[in-house]
């Protein structure tokens, strides 16, 4: 069963499952959790820190994802501590930085971009990822009009590039191109994603 709040698809809170998760749309009071979880994730993982000409959506979760129609937040929450979070964005890769070809594949507008899938290390390995992953790709087959599934990631972040890998085919790993890119490597996902 699906829900509409303000005109949007949500994705129907999921029961808690035997470890206490709860997978769940974002609230405006899920918004100072799950940039707690973004920005240690920048911060440690990803070790860029906060820059803002990439991490402005972090600032403003509700701008971004909770009040656009096409774009979406979700939450996994354990008791009461936001503990993973994804997003779908209504972009496409932008050029620059990104080529331009991989830009041109996947234009705005018709592109759901995969975005923020962030699990705190301690709740890593309870396959909340692949949950996000799954509602995500729901959420994106029924908002309507999109026609491709995207996202990027950056392969020195641990486990990333092998759970993309389990999911998505490559369409550019940048480490190959000449000059090494910014060593992202970019994919795409069958859509409508199987099992959303």
């Given at each position: 069963?699906?829900?509409?709040t ?6 129907p809170?999921a029961?808690a499952?035997a ?13 100072g959790?799950?940039?707690?979880v ?6 440690h ?12 959506d972090?600032i403003?979760?509700e ?7 096409r774009?979406t937040l ?12 994804g997003a779908?964005?209504?972009?496409g ?14 234009p ?14 301690e709740?890593?390995?309870?396959g ?22 995207y996202?990027h ?11 993309w890998?389990s999911?998505?085919?490559e ?7 000449p000059?090494?890119?910014q060593?992202?490597?970019h ?7 199987p099992?959303?």
């Amino acid at each position: 069963m699906v829900t509409a709040t303000a005109g949007a698809t949500r994705a129907p809170d999921a029961p808690a499952d035997a470890d206490g998760y709860v997978l769940r749309t974002a609230t405006a009071q899920d918004v100072g959790g799950a940039r707690a979880v973004m920005l240690d994730t920048v911060y440690h993982d990803l070790r860029s820190g906060y820059v803002p000409r990439w991490h402005a959506d972090i600032i403003d979760l509700e701008g971004a994802y909770l009040r656009p129609e096409r774009c979406t937040l979700l939450v996994v929450v354990c008791g009461d501590e936001v503990v993973a979070t994804g997003a779908v964005r209504d972009r496409g890769p932008q050029a620059p930085p990104n080529p331009q070809w991989v830009a041109d594949r996947f234009p705005s507008g018709s592109t759901a971009q995969l975005c923020r899938i962030y699990v705190r290390p301690e709740h890593r390995r309870h396959g909340l990822a692949r949950r996000l992953v799954r509602e995500l790709g729901g959420f994106a087959a029924r908002a309507g009009g999109y026609t491709s599934l995207y996202l990027h990631t950056d392969p020195a972040v641990p486990g990333a590039e092998p759970f993309w890998r389990s999911l998505a085919h490559e369409v550019c790993d940048e480490r190959a191109l000449p000059g090494g890119g910014q060593g992202i490597v970019h994919f795409e996902l069958p859509m409508p994603l199987p099992g959303a």
